[in-house]
């Protein structure tokens, strides 16, 4: 009976409708090493739709040493033409020798986006883009959820079967 209630408590746990969070990744770079005014700049981005990341880092060339942007902002829109461009402060992280400037850009809706990254300072400035496509964030609806427990369920519902019949086979053997 403790067997058939510890099953049966495993079995209700597992088809719960709660949303399970997969793996979405770290940032992956879009723009490495260009020259923008004084800087080489790398962007770097988490593009999940809703909020995604977007990492802007400068870099000094070798040899010089220009000060940091002033200001940084990465401007977004959808490559379908469905919204205006929309534009988010970065703010700086980090130490001031290897500093990157981070911000969040709303995406509300899937598909291909423009990333534009301007920097700006006392020595120059100048921008960046890229095309990024924005993606879910990982977050298993209630049917993804079923269809990726299923192998799961089948083992189970083989295994209880397995285990039934041999649990008959004894009972039958023992009665001889």
Known sequence: MKQRLTLFALLLAGLLPAAARAHAGPPFPIVVDRPVGPWTVSVWTDPDIGTGLVFVIPETPE?????????????????????????????????????????????????????????????????????????????????????????????????????????AHAAGQGSV
């Open 63 to 167: 040899g010089r040493r220009p000060s940091a942007p002033a200001s940084v902002r990465v401007g977004a829109r959808p490559m379908d033409g469905g919204l205006p461009e929309a534009f988010y402060e970065a703010e700086p992280q980090g130490r001031p020798e290897d500093v990157r400037y981070v911000t969040k850009v709303k995406f509300d809706h899937g598909g291909m986006w423009r990333l534009r990254a301007t920097l700006d300072g006392p020595q120059g400035g100048g921008s960046v883009a890229a095309e990024v496509e924005a993606t879910p964030d990982g977050v298993l609806g209630p049917w993804e959820l079923g269809l990726y427990l299923l192998p799961f369920l089948a083992v189970g519902f083989l295994w209880g079967k397995a285990m039934l019949r041999r649990r």
